[in-house]
């Protein structure tokens, strides 16, 4: 089936260097989010993207943090000179229309590990 | 802030045995999840809860809205090994209007069901 895909699964890094994940949403889904899982804070939101709106970022912890769409499907999440307080999973999820009740899919997620 | 607080954060228990998982926040939401996560994959959802006082029944599992739509539960009856895993819930505010559906989550329970 096709579900939301991410790459890579995993990812090791040095400190100070940049990072790009890679999301695909399920196809004809409109929104788009980010979210980060670690285990001093749990799952949390980070950025949401809906049709040509503009993206909800209030959830970035820092301006290292980015994220793009492009043509409305796959998503990248940059994050710029990695930090250790970085490592976590990043799970990206996707809904067809973004609305409140909409059930989000989630992918299996990047495991981002900065050494 | 909107915040959700989940609890117990670890429980371990013998076949057989019931369960109860608590959501609690002092925030109202518009509705609440409840998701499973099983360890290198996203959670994935179980149910939604929308009503104040509403319940929901998936098998052996009941979840309930609290009636002032701030707290929910998720009860487990004669756990099985099977229902070892992460369980999230997740809360959807007013605030977003139609930009919905960025989830707020608990901190997550982690159950081990013990044959």
């Known amino acids: 089936g096709a579900g939301v895909s991410q790459s890579p699964s995993n990812k090791v890094t040095e400190k100070g260097k940049d990072v790009e994940l890679r999301c695909d949403p399920i196809s004809g889904h409109t929104a788009l989010y980010w979210y980060r899982q670690s285990l001093g804070q749990g799952l949390e939101f980070l950025i949401y993207?809906?049709?040509?709106?503009?993206?909800?970022k209030s959830g970035l912890p820092s301006d290292r943090f980015s994220a793009e769409r492009t043509g409305g499907s796959v998503s990248t999440l940059t994050i710029q000179r990695t930090q250790q307080e970085d490592s976590a999973v990043y799970l990206c999820?996707?809904?067809?229309?973004?609305?409140?009740?909409?059930?989000?899919?989630f992918g299996p997620g990047t495991r981002l590990t900065v050494l | 802030t909107q915040l959700l607080e989940q609890s117990p954060q670890f429980l371990s228990i013998q076949e057989g045995e019931n369960l109860t998982v608590y959501c609690n926040s002092s925030s109202v939401f518009s509705s609440l999840q409840w998701y499973r996560q099983e360890p290198g994959e996203g959670p994935v959802l179980l149910v939604t809860v929308v009503t104040g006082g509403e319940v929901k029944k998936l098998k052996r599992l009941t979840f309930q809205f609290g009636d002032a739509r701030k707290d929910s539960s998720l009860h487990i009856t004669a756990a099985q090994p099977g229902d070892t895993g992460l369980y999230l819930c997740a809360g959807v505010g007013f605030r977003f209007g139609n930009q919905g559906g960025k989830l707020i989550f608990g901190q997550g329970t982690e159950l081990s069901v013990k044959p």
């Open positions: 993207f809906q049709g040509n709106s503009a993206p909800d």
């Open positions: 999820a996707s809904s067809f229309q973004g609305v409140v009740l909409d059930t989000q899919y």
